[in-house]
Structures are given as structure tokens and as C-alpha cells.
């Protein structure tokens, strides 16, 4: 059974592309999830959740070229808890999400957004000083 989530953290690592035997990518994320809870006046850092991201495809490699470890990230998907079992023979347990939509946050994005181009070019038609087309 799956759930369909969204989750908001970081990249601990960057991300992982490889391809199936039939040739699909697919890009392993791994993120950190970390609660902010206020104690008193001050905000600390409450404990972090981490999860596995499977992402598939041509996003997959979108993802792989364009995020690396640290950005914060969105990430919307099917989450499900996997079963393994570790080389001494002990079971686990993770949480797995395949993402449908992933994409960089930009809300604590130390940057200043690029400013808009308000210039245009010159309309050819109707700005020309003669009555020959400009072809």
C-alpha cells in the first residue's frame, strides 16, 4: 500500500543516476526532513526524518544535472516503507518515495531573484524607416 505525500528538506548527498537493463533512468535522492519547534522565545531544530527518493526517467536525469547536496527541495510522490534485510541478517525497515513532481525551493534561497526584461525588439513591420519588407 502507498500514500500519496509531500515532503520539504534537503539533499544529504547528490544524486545517484543509473539506468535499468531496459535503459530507463532512474536518479536516487536521499533527503532530510527537519521539524523547527519553538522552546520559549527561540526556534531550535527538532529531529530530522530521512527518506529515500526514487525518481524516474527523463526527470530522473533533470534532477541528476540540475540538484546537488544541500539544495532544499519539494518533492510530491508515492511514499511506501520497504522491507530489508542487512549482511549480518538483521530485517529493516525504510521509507521509500517515487516521486511524481520534484523541484528546488526557493523560499530561504540566499539570492536575488534576475530581474525581468522589460526592453523588446523593435517590431521589423512597423518600425523601419523605408516600405521594403525585411526579409
Not at 534537503?10 to 539506468?19: A, G, H, I, S, V
Not at 508515492?78 to 549480518?88: A, D, L, P, Q, V
Not at 525497515?93 to 523593435?122: L, Y
Amino acid at each position: 500500500m502507498s500514500a500519496q505525500v509531500t515532503i520539504v528538506g534537503n539533499l544529504t548527498k547528490d544524486p545517484e543516476l543509473r539506468f535499468t537493463p531496459a535503459g530507463d533512468a532512474v536518479a536516487n535522492v536521499s533527503i532530510a526532513v527537519n521539524e523547527r519547534v519553538k522552546d520559549g522565545n527561540e526556534w531550535k531544530d527538532g529531529e530530522p526524518s530521512f527518506y529515500e527518493v526514487k525518481v524516474w526517467r527523463k526527470l530522473g536525469e533533470q534532477v541528476a544535472e540540475s540538484l546537488s547536496k544541500g539544495n532544499r527541495v519539494i518533492v510530491t510522490g508515492k511514499m511506501r516503507i520497504e522491507k530489508f534485510e542487512t549482511k549480518t541478517g538483521d530485517t529493516r525497515f525504510t521509507t521509500v518515495i517515487t516521486a511524481d513532481e520534484i523541484g528546488e525551493s526557493i523560499r530561504f534561497r540566499n539570492s536575488e531573484p534576475m530581474p525581468r526584461v522589460t526592453t523588446r525588439e523593435p517590431d521589423p513591420w512597423t518600425e523601419t524607416s523605408s516600405d521594403i519588407p525585411p526579409f
